[in-house]
């Protein structure tokens, strides 16, 4: 059957009319049934609804799960002529060099025969260039009586060295151009978008990332692996620091600073994913196959309280690396202002590690860190060490909205607050605490100021980020963009 044909017009129409209907590679969707099921959340689909979805669908890196899934939404088409080029990364495939070099059938002696004749061939073709370029030079002086006279007067040695080089020339071209056979490209190079590369000199922390990234060894990213708990150790109320490890020592989990991993288990017949941050990524690249996530657990949360009942040796599955936050690099902003809300610090934690360890990045950065309470603040003390360690690069606030009376006493969150301070101020305000909620007027004292050369990060939960994106667009930053890039003004994790 003929699948229905829609211009772009109607598209938009349909997006505009609260159908949730978008693009992708040229077929249309209409995801309205879809929407509370899709694990990247709602929101982001209506963001895309009546354009092309396709950049930012495989900007995600969906599973082959996921365009299963989305086949299953297809409603038609683009109508003919309004198909864009679909821009694919040139794929370099290579055949085996001998399927390639017989066709598949064997050696014959026909490529024999070919091969030697085009060794020959080659041998006459150097020769000829070489005659035609000295007589270019030396015109009037080199003609083929004078070469054949210059060749009868050699000795038998310079003779042989000549003939042996121009011999081994031939072979190695045909060689070489036996080889390029074997190399399918699928794409001109033509079709791929310019893209200016960052100098070598700009890009970041080059001996850990070139530690972490093993070309031999697969990574996992688009497809699950299994892991296995390693290591549970509790980092503050409710929060945990998972280690896994791949169980197939050969697959690696190679994190950039930023990026996350899925996390998959079955949970009866369903299978449940989620994302997580690691906060070991780049640093520690020595381990590859390993990973640390500091996570938040919820009495009611499927994932988090698998993850607390999982034994030790117990298995999930696990890929990555995924997220719009890729190749940060040096020079990117000269301030960098970060607002993070509970288990929202776990990429800006990365990241922020990532920058400051780096010698020559001098990318001062600001943090504003929203918890309910000291005890429930994950990554304290490892912020705390990063901000007195490194103060004219970093500076932490801390703003916790409750106090907590515990068994260290009613008054051990304020204690800790002003002997923190008291730290701070020796550090040049490096490590500060607020008592109450993160307000956007705390963004406006505490954030760089918004010029050229600030950027702002903001993770956390949708509630909060729209609460700080609406501080920071008060304070004149740009709105942030449906599909988002490390050198947007504001990027939304
Ligand atoms: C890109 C990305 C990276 C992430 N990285 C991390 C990370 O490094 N560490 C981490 O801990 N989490 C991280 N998260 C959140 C994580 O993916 C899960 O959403 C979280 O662990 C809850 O999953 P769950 O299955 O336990 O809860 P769900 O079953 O999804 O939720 C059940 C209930 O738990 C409670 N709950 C769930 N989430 C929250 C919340 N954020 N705030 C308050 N209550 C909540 C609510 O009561 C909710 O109704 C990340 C999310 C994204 C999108
Ligand atoms: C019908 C269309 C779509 C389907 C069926 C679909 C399906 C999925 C699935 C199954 C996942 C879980 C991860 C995976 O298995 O890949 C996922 C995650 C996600 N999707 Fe989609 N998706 C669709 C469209 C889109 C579009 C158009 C966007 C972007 C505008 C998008 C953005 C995301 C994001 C951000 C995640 C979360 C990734 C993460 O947390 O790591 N999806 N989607």
Known sequence: MDQQSFSRED????GSANEVCFVVHNKVYNVQAY???????????????????????EDVGHSDDAREVLEKFCIGKVTEGEEVLIKERSK?????????????????????VISISQSFATTMLMIASALLAARIMWPGQVSLSS????????????????LSMSGSGALFLSIVYQFSKTIVMTKGFRAYPPVMRVSKALVGPTKQVAATIDPKKPTVASAFVPVQLVNRTQIAANSYNFTIRTVDPDHTLCVPAGQHVQLRIKNGSESIVRSYTPVSSVVDGRKTNTLELAIKTYA???????????????????????????????????KLGVIAGGSGITPIYALIKSVVIDENDSTAITLLYAESDQDSTMLLAELNDLARRFPKKLSVHYFWSTVVANDKGPDHQARAMTEMNDQGCQQKGSVNVHQGRLTTEN????????????????????GFASHMVRGLTMMGTSKPKSVPHPTDQVFVF
């Not at 495939?93 to 490529?111: E, F, Q």
Request: aromatic share 10%.
């Open 92 to 112: 370099f495939v290579s055949k085996p060099l001998m399927t390639a070099m017989s066709n598949g059938s064997g050696w014959k002696p026909v490529w024999i």
């Open 147 to 162: 070469l054949s006279m210059a060749i009868s007067s050699m000795s038998g040695f310079w003779k042989g060295t000549i």
């Open 443 to 462: 963004l406006q004292q505490l954030l760089p100021p918004v010029e050229a050369a600030s950027k702002y990060l903001v993770c956390g939960s949708d």
């Open 11 to 14: 598209v938009a129409a349909l």
């Open 35 to 57: 929407l509370n099921d899709h694990p990247g959340g709602a929101k982001i689909l209506r963001e895309v609804a009546g354009a092309d979805a396709t950049a930012a669908f």
């Open 300 to 334: 009611r949360g499927v994932m988090s309280s698998s993850l607390l009942a999982l034994p030790t040796g117990g298995v999930l599955e696990c890929r990555g690396p995924l997220g719009y936050y890729k190749n940060y690099h040096r020079f990117l902003c000269e």
